[in-house]
């Protein structure tokens, strides 16, 4: 369509002018929304391929550029296959064929890769992720997963059933029927097999340190524990004389380095320590590098625009009364997972509430799963009112729930007919903390059919994506597809995803009857790709 075709080239101009900045990020979300809206555009591939490179070579890996990431490449990849990717990118990038925003200096990138990896002396040099092999007992697929993983319950992304990950040889051909995790996850976890006290003591550690984090959140600003789109922290700013006599705001990322440069130092301290006492190096979602930690810092949240709602009219000021319940971003992936009571809005412009987060630390209602010992977030069941507090971050905030209240003042929250829920694709009963984001982080889209009950639980039917939209989707009107998840399963519901039902007046294509998701609340996969 021709709209697309328009919105298209804004957006490839937008990923260029990123590119020019240096927001390479965003450069790939608008190369990403362009190709989406119309992928015949011309350039539009190799500015997604250009913005990949130089990601990449931000990532650190041991202190390095990811060489292999910048050539689109795993530490796993044989010869042949490194020197093919880096002849495409070469072809792609030459700078006497391609005059693109940041296409010479992607080309630089992939010549010193390619340079460094094609020394074998070099490249031996390199440390390997510390790996191994095994096979799904249902489908016989064989896997590469980091150590960490050994002996642990992990779900077969092949045929979505679990399995226990024991060591097994490698497959004599690794280009036929095999899948490494390395490629999602590399250089994420590094855990040695020889001291696994070590393992567990830097994860108590990071534990202690996160929950420091969360109080220190919540006293630079009410409710910062929920990471919201554009909020912003006021904090005191030293002038020169060192006095900290003038303020300005802070954004989300300012705020939280901030925060992650205290937990870095803590880290640092105690890790250095067993390091001077065991001689052995730490590990567990750390990296030490010349006795220095580098962490990664928190990317910030991109959300596309929907087809046609616009869903912030949903959530302003005046959307809030005394007496209601809305859902809030987490810190996980960004999607709402808390829940927040309002007892009384003191205030709309400026926005001041009196509010109590809600809580849980319990999942018994659904059976004996250590749902939130594991670290996962309870979206269904009864909350408990937390303290009083004040809050006045707007864009903390995703929708208005229902919900029931019990005789002794606890909050009742389960899907209801009508609403629309994400439902991770993967669950188990056997997850746990090892579970990689990887698995968890996919979801399916449902519309709830009938309301919660606990001797039936509740049914669902899958929405299917328009194709042509980003943001559009339609109830599959299969019944076969529907389903019944049973009480013990209700822990698969992630969470509530704000929806429109189009009438069609919103514009002249916009579809009558189907429903739009809000962006904000919907994993960014299922936006950028179309399912017919």
Not at 116 to 136: E, I, N
Not at 275 to 298: F, G, R
Not at 502 to 517: D, V
Request: aromatic share 10%; proline share 6%; net charge positive.
């Amino acid at each position: 369509m021709e709209y697309n075709r328009d919105a298209a080239i804004k957006a490839k101009k937008l990923a260029e002018k990123k590119l020019g900045d240096k927001d390479f990020a965003s450069a790939k979300k608008y190369a990403l929304k362009a190709q989406t809206l119309y992928p015949d555009l011309d350039g539009i591939s190799l500015l997604s391929t250009i913005a990949d490179v130089y990601i990449s070579a931000e990532k650190k890996v041991s202190g390095e550029a990811d060489w292999y990431g910048i050539l689109g490449a795993n530490p796993g990849d044989d010869d042949d296959t490194i020197k093919k990717q880096y002849r495409k990118l070469a072809l792609m990038l030459h700078p006497d064929k391609n005059k693109c925003v940041g296409a010479d200096g992607a080309f630089q990138l992939v010549s010193q890769a390619w340079t460094l990896l094609s020394d074998k002396g070099k490249r031996r040099g390199r440390p390997a992720p510390d790996t191994f092999w095994t096979v799904c007992h249902g489908c016989k697929m064989q896997y590469e997963y980091l150590k960490v993983y050994l002996d642990q319950t992990l779900l077969c992304p092949n045929c979505h059933n679990p399995f226990l990950a024991k060591q097994s040889a490698p497959p004599h051909n690794l280009n036929h029927q095999y899948h490494s995790s390395l490629s999602n996850n590399r250089d994420r976890f590094w855990i040695p097999e020889t001291d696994p006290s070590i393992a567990s003591k830097a994860a108590n550690v990071i534990q202690r340190v996160n929950e420091r984090l969360k109080r220190e959140r919540e006293q630079l600003s009410p409710g910062y524990g929920l990471p919201c789109k554009n909020r912003k922290t006021e904090m005191p700013i030293p002038n020169r004389s060192g006095n900290n006599n003038t303020t300005r705001e802070l954004t989300v990322f300012e705020t939280r380095k901030i925060l992650v440069n205290k937990a870095r130092k803590e880290i640092c301290r105690k890790l250095n320590e067993w390091l001077s006492e065991n001689k052995k190096p730490p590990a567990n979602n750390v990296k030490v590098s010349n006795q220095t930690m580098d962490i990664e810092e928190p990317q910030a949240m991109s959300v596309p625009d929907p087809d046609f709602h616009n869903f912030d009219s949903d959530r302003t000021e005046n959307s809030f009364q005394d007496y209601q319940v809305w859902s809030a971003y987490d810190d996980d992936d960004g999607m709402p997972r808390f829940y927040a009571l309002v007892h009384k809005v003191l205030s709309r412009k400026p926005l001041e509430m009196k509010i109590s987060w809600l809580n849980s630390k319990t999942t018994a209602e659904f059976g004996n799963m250590e749902w939130i010992g594991c670290g996962f977030r309870k979206t269904c069941g009864e909350f408990r009112v937390g303290k009083f507090q004040t809050n006045t971050s707007l864009n903390s905030f995703s929708q208005k729930v229902k919900f029931t209240k019990t005789p002794r003042g606890s909050v009742v929250i389960h899907p209801k007919k009508g609403d629309v829920w994400a439902l991770y694709r993967n669950w188990s009963l056997d997850w746990n903390e090892s579970v990689p984001d990887h698995v968890i982080h996919q979801y399916d889209m449902v519309e709830v059919v009938d309301d919660y009950n606990e001797q039936g639980g509740v049914s669902v039917r899958p929405l299917v994506k328009l194709t042509g939209f980003r943001t559009v989707f339609c109830p599959n009107t299969d019944e076969t597809e529907v389903r019944k998840i049973p009480k013990e399963q209700v822990l698969r519901f992630s969470h509530q995803v704000p929806n429109y039902l189009l009438t069609g007046k919103e514009a002249r294509n916009a579809p009558k009857g189907y429903l739009e998701l809000d962006p904000a609340a919907t994993p960014l996969d299922l936006l950028i790709h179309t399912t017919t």
